[in-house]
């Protein structure tokens, strides 16, 4: 996607309606209008997997999205007010993610609930290069 948005040309989007997610160590960025993205039934609907599934950028998730497991955790650097408030099952799966920090959320329950930019990154061992056919998700460092 050459423009960088979800799947479609887009005209210029309204700076009041843009949302701007950064997946890292990528670099890839992606943009598209608060609300436009149908839901792809990869977790919540808008949240950081969905979004990267409809993007195509790699964000495992053994479970489905489901909060069941905590492959999608990720590291939300930037933009975290913007997100829906992490519920009880999410928080209690996270006491099981690996290197859990203060902007530690399942990428599959954390949603964007305004616009706004948005940077993630998913953590290196949380990166599967060789899994189900699926590309390289970022180079090996």
């Known amino acids: 996607m050459p423009d960088g948005s979800a799947g479609r040309t887009l005209p210029a989007i ?10 890292l ?3 890839r960025t992606v943009e598209f209008e608060f609300g436009t993205l149908p839901w792809g039934r990869h977790g919540r609907p ?3 997997l969905d979004v990267a599934e409809h993007c195509g950028i790699e ?9 069941a497991c905590t492959t999608c955790h990720v590291w939300v ?7 829906s ?20 959320r399942l990428g599959c ?25 699926r590309r390289a998700a970022a180079r090996p460092e």
């Not at 964000?59 to 909060?67: I, K, N, P, V, W």
């Not at 408030?85 to 530690?104: G, K, P, T, V, Y």
């Not at 329950?109 to 290069?129: D, H, K, M, S």
Request: net charge negative; hydrophobic share 35%.
């Open 85 to 104: 408030a992490a519920e009880d099952d999410e928080l209690d799966r996270l006491e099981l993610a690996a290197d859990q920090q203060l902007n530690s």
């Open 25 to 27: 160590p990528e670099g």
């Open 14 to 23: 309204a700076r009041e309606k843009l949302v701007r997610v950064t997946f």
């Open 109 to 133: 329950q954390a949603v964007i609930a305004r616009p706004g930019n948005y940077v993630v990154e998913i953590p290196r061992w949380n990166r599967n290069y060789v899994s189900e056919g």
């Open 46 to 48: 808008m949240s950081f």
């Open 77 to 83: 650097k930037e933009g975290g007010e913007g997100l």
């Open 59 to 67: 964000l495992e998730h053994a479970c489905g999205g489901s909060c």
